[in-house]
């Protein structure tokens, strides 16, 4: 017998890559199960291939992210004598355009940035309007909705927080004029750019977009197909929009007619209509908070790894895992070397140690993060979750087995009066980092939620436009457990939505303990993969000496919930591994991870880029 709920966890949040499930020794094949499995796994952001990449050099200023067009306009910027945070911006309002899919000023993001001295963490996620209420996502007679039904449409749609967070930055940290980082966008969207093997497929496999009265004739022919790759696509409508941004800064996105446009698709919405209004989008502020960092000890000495803490959980997690790992036998595992690809391959020991530390960290994951103004930390302090005492504690419930139900911790030591977070889809984002050779960094990882967001475009009137987000979803759906107890991470008004965005930067570290220069910036997208991904990249560089573009085309393993399936890169790993895992009791499922990183690496005088050969981003700079 199969065994269904099992199989549906597994296959809630992820997209089929394989044509099978491995549960423990058990290879089920129903034609049923993988068609069930797959229509719920897969996730928007649908893989397109692998196309190796070679490592990038340059000495003072650079760029990655996830298109070329995009990372060569930053470039261009920092060129001009822009710092990080110019080149930040022209690189988002260029991504708006080329990759629509994946972020935009439609959605929100989080951004680290040094300055050569001090770190900030600029929020700019989503919030959700004074209306929401905590059964947003429950039908009247107490069924939650299914992800799909939520997340298109104006009901899942959050105050869009980029273009906040990016005028505080700028205001803080800007050497070029605002209006002028919005050029590069404006010229590709009036001349046009040319459709991309991905965004093509991303296209074609869509169907919610083909629906909006808006997006339908601006990505899709008359009959309904998508227009086709090479094809010179312009678009007039957020040439309008980022004119009027430029010159009279976010405000002209937050009042006035553009906020009304915005605030009119969500609320009339033809199904599934939102309540965001315009005391929403008045009342948005970006929050400018402290970055969490925690020590780890690398093979050339210690470091720093710092990120954004609640209302994300990137960091959180990355430090619990790595700092887990410390105390197993995976700190001393040697990865075997894989040539075709340029990289290595964990060992199974180390996978094994790896993702039982990531179910115990997505455990207090669930249990414990949410927006910090709405949810008490753990003890009153969030680095009490990272603490090396609390860390050694959890690691010992690793063991050469998997371990049965992982549970959340007490970091704080007691007991609290919540309810860990169901499992639910999430999806997303795209990653930059930039050095901009005056000695600042950025690492911003920004999102629209699902690919193509909402499925709804704004203009004011022209053909084209930009998207919304459906950030809403990331709220959990269920606000309370079977006997009433609160999750944490519920729908309230004007909360921010937990998130698994996982901007990082690496640090020297020195004697007396504190942080020295940048090593590395790094991020990626992936909905709560993003969590691995980084995390496994870091380990790379950090412990195998691995540089920024092999780190990235290291396979990927991981998870989305503290008990579901080990997931494994399709074609990552050879049989006897596989067979390992098993023989170790782990569930495992194979598929494609297009994950997306993009890591800019001190090494001596230079920094070393690399791109994710999983999608189509390239590093620039000089």
């Known amino acids: 017998m199969t065994n269904t709920p099992l199989l549906n966890a597994m296959a809630q949040s992820m997209r089929i890559g394989s044509t099978a499930l491995v549960l423990g020794s058990l290879m089920i094949t129903s034609t049923a199960v993988l068609a069930d499995t797959k229509k719920r796994a897969e996730a928007p952001e649908a893989s397109t291939g692998y196309k190796a990449k070679a490592a990038k050099t340059f000495k003072t200023r650079g760029v990655s992210s996830a298109n070329p067009l995009a990372s060569e306009a930053g470039n261009a910027i920092l060129k001009a004598g822009g710092s990080a945070v110019d080149a930040a911006i022209a690189v988002q309002m260029v991504l708006n355009l080329v990759e629509p899919q994946s972020s935009g000023i439609g959605g929100g993001a989080f951004m680290l940035h040094h300055d050569g001295q001090k770190l900030q963490m600029f929020d700019g996620r989503e919030t959700s309007p004074h209306l929401s209420h905590e059964e947003l996502f429950v039908y009247n007679h107490g069924e939650l909705m299914a992800f799909e039904e939520a997340m298109v449409g104006g009901r899942a749609v959050g105050v869009p927080g980029t273009l906040r967070m990016l005028e505080q930055a700028h205001r803080q940290h800007g050497k070029l004029p605002w209006a002028k980082l919005f050029q590069p966008a404006i010229q590709l969207s009036e001349s046009g750019f040319k459709i991309s093997p991905r965004l093509h497929a991303l296209l074609l496999a869509d169907r919610p977009l083909r629906k909006d009265l808006a997006a339908a004739p601006y990505f899709y022919k008359p009959n309904g197909q998508p227009l086709p790759i090479g094809h010179v696509l312009k678009n007039p409508g957020l040439a309008q929009v980022l004119k009027l941004i430029a010159k009279d800064g976010a405000d002209?996105?937050?009042?006035?007619?553009?906020?009304?446009?915005?605030?009119?698709?969500?609320?009339?919405?033809?199904?599934?209509?939102?309540?965001?209004?315009m005391r929403d989008m008045d009342h948005y502020r970006s929050v400018v908070r402290e970055a969490l960092c925690f020590s780890h000890a690398a093979s050339s000495g210690p470091v720093q790894v710092c990120g954004a803490g609640a209302p994300s959980s990137g960091l959180i997690a990355t430090a619990q895992i790595m700092g887990m790992l410390n105390y197993t036998a995976a700190l001393n595992e040697t990865p075997s070397a894989w040539a075709e690809r340029n990289t290595v391959v964990p060992s199974v020991q180390w996978l094994h140690h790896y993702n039982e530390a990531a179910r115990?960290?997505?455990?207090?994951?669930?249990?414990?993060?949410?927006?910090?103004?709405?949810?008490?930390?753990?003890?009153?302090?969030?680095?009490?979750?990272?603490?090396?005492?609390?860390?050694?504690?959890?690691?010992?419930?690793?063991?050469?087995?998997?371990?049965?139900?992982?549970?959340?911790?007490?970091?704080?030591?007691?007991?609290?009066?919540?309810?860990?977070?169901?499992?639910?889809?999430?999806?997303?984002?795209?990653?930059?980092?930039?050095?901009?050779?005056?000695?600042?960094?950025?690492?911003?990882?920004?999102?629209?939620?699902?690919?193509?967001?909402?499925?709804?475009?704004?203009?004011?009137?022209?053909?084209?436009?930009?998207?919304?987000?459906?950030?809403?979803?990331?709220?959990?759906?269920?606000?309370?457990?079977?006997?009433?107890?609160?999750?944490?991470?519920?729908?309230q008004a004007n909360k921010r939505p937990r998130s698994s965005m996982n901007p990082l930067m690496v640090f020297e570290q020195n004697p007396n303990g504190e942080r020295g220069q940048v090593l590395t910036s790094l991020g990626s997208p992936g909905g709560p993969m993003i969590i691995h991904y980084t995390a496994q990249s870091l380990w790379a560089m950090l412990h195998w000496n691995q540089n920024a573009q092999q780190a990235v085309n290291m396979p990927h393993s991981g998870l989305t919930s503290a008990n579901g399936a080990l997931l494994l890169e399709n074609g990552?790993?050879?049989?006897?591994?596989?067979?390992?895992?098993?023989?170790?009791?782990?569930?495992?499922?194979?598929?494609?991870?297009?994950?997306?990183?993009?890591?800019?690496?001190?090494?001596?005088?230079?920094?070393?880029?690399?791109?994710?050969?999983?999608?189509?981003?390239?590093?620039?700079?000089?």
Not at 254 to 276: D, E, F, I, M, R
Not at 439 to 461: D, Q, R
């Open 252 to 277: 002209a996105f937050y009042q006035g007619p553009l906020a009304q446009a915005l605030v009119n698709k969500v609320q009339q919405h033809s199904y599934n209509p939102g309540v965001l209004t």
């Open 360 to 491: 115990l960290a997505f455990a207090d994951r669930a249990m414990y993060v949410a927006d910090p103004d709405f949810t008490k930390a753990p003890g009153g302090d969030w680095k009490k979750m990272m603490s090396p005492g609390y860390l050694q504690q959890r690691a010992s419930l690793i063991q050469n087995q998997r371990m049965g139900n992982a549970t959340a911790g007490q970091p704080g030591g007691a007991p609290v009066a919540q309810a860990p977070m169901p499992d639910q889809p999430e999806y997303g984002t795209s990653h930059i980092s930039i050095v901009d050779g005056l000695g600042h960094t950025v690492s911003m990882t920004t999102s629209i939620e699902s690919a193509f967001g909402s499925h709804v475009m704004v203009n004011l009137g022209q053909r084209g436009g930009f998207l919304l987000n459906n950030q809403l979803t990331d709220f959990s759906f269920a606000p309370r457990d079977e006997a009433g107890v609160p999750v944490a991470n519920r729908v």
């Open 572 to 622: 990552g790993f050879k049989a006897d591994t596989l067979k390992a895992l098993q023989d170790k009791n782990h569930v495992l499922l194979e598929l494609d991870m297009p994950s997306g990183l993009g890591v800019l690496q001190r090494q001596g005088a230079q920094w070393v880029g690399g791109a994710d050969p999983r999608r189509e981003g390239l590093v620039s700079g000089d």
